[in-house]
């Protein structure tokens, strides 16, 4: 079993800047994958940033060039770092780990609330 624990999320005006944090603990040495993924209200929960074990980065479209993804293999954590946020970019955002063996499963934080509002 793997716990994910988010924190950082807050209230921030349109332009500004959060940092999310994620500490992982556990069957540590199963994760491949961190990540974040979010979901606003009445919408299905997307792909934000993920980081593979080998430090490989992938980012959703709508984030590339503002939302910089992080991964602490010493400390268990994986950062996520938005700037220039937008007011439809309130959501709850999770973190996200990635198991592969002996089959894929996925966990999940309990989400953080990221509200982009003046």
């Known amino acids: 079993q793997v716990q994910l624990v988010e924190s950082g999320g807050g209230l921030v005006q349109p332009g500004g800047s959060l940092r999310l944090s994620c500490a992982a603990s556990?069957?540590?040495?199963?994760?491949?994958?961190m990540g974040w993924y979010r979901q606003a209200p009445g919408l299905q929960r997307e792909l934000v940033a993920v980081?593979?074990?080998?430090?490989?980065?992938n980012y959703a479209d709508s984030v590339k060039g503002r939302f910089t993804i992080s991964r602490d293999n010493a400390k268990n954590m994986v950062s996520l770092q938005m700037n220039s946020l937008k007011p439809e970019e309130t959501a709850v955002y999770y973190c996200?780990?990635?198991?592969?063996?002996?089959?894929?499963?996925?966990?999940w934080g309990q989400g953080t609330q990221v509200t982009v509002s003046s």
């Open positions: 556990g069957s540590i040495s199963s994760i491949v994958r």
């Open positions: 996200n780990a990635v198991r592969v063996f002996p089959s894929w499963y996925d966990y």
């Open positions: 980081i593979g074990s080998s430090g490989s980065k």
